[in-house]
Each structure stands twice: as C-alpha cells, then as structure tokens.
Nanobody
Framework: QVQLVESGGGLVQPGGSLRLSCAAS????????MGWYRQAPGKQRELVAL???????NYGDSVKGRVTISRDNDKDTVYLQMNMLKPEDTASYYC???????????WGKGTLVTVSS
C-alpha cells in the first residue's frame, strides 16, 4: 500500500506563486515517476508536470515556463513550484505516482488551488 499526502494548495492572487508538495510513504520501492495533474470544473484532467526518479521532468504545455517540478528521493517527496499564476490555473491538483512502466500506482486526494483577486 502506498499513501500520498498533498499540501500547499490555497487561494492566491493572479501573478502570485504557490508551492505544492506530495509525500509518498508505504510500499514505494517500485515508484519511478512522481508528479501532478489538475482538473478544473467541467474539464478533463490534464498533465501539469511529472519527474522521474532520475530527475527528468515533463511539463504540460499550459504551464511550461511557469512551473518547476523537483523531487527529493530521500524524502520520497515531489514539489511543484508555480509562478505567474493565472485564473485559468484554478483547479484541483492531484499527486500521481507511476511505476517504471508508466502505469499509475496511486492518485492523491487532490488539493485545491484558486487563483483570484
């Protein structure tokens, strides 16, 4: 069993910054990729950013240049630094972990990010 604990969501003004964290625990030896997806009301879930155990990132087109994903393998934690936030970034952000084959092992419960003045 793997557990994911997400934190860092909240309300931020347009142009502001926010940092999300997701810590994994449990049977995590087979975890390779960690990262984030998001889903806004009425929209499909979309990729925000992923990072492999070796530190190779992959960003969604809508956030490229504004977010940075990083990972601490010793703490089994992934971080998402989001800058220059826009109202359209408002969504629930879900932590995701995948095995070496790219298969999702677990979704987090989600943390809400609201960008509004």
């Amino acid at each position: 069993q793997v557990q994911l604990v997400e934190s860092g969501g909240g309300l931020v003004q347009p142009g502001g910054s926010l940092r999300l964290s997701c810590a994994a625990s449990g049977t995590i030896a087979s975890v390779d990729t960690m990262g984030w997806y998001r889903q806004a009301p009425g929209k499909q879930r979309e990729l925000v950013a992923l990072i492999t155990r070796d530190g190779v990132p992959n960003y969604g087109d809508s956030v490229k240049g504004r977010v940075t994903i990083s990972r601490d393998n010793d703490k089994d934690t992934v971080y998402l630094q989001m800058n220059m936030l826009k109202p359209e970034d408002t969504a629930s952000y879900y932590c995701n972990i995948k095995n070496v084959y790219g298969v999702t092992m677990k979704w987090g419960k989600g943390t809400l990010v609201t960008v509004s003045s």
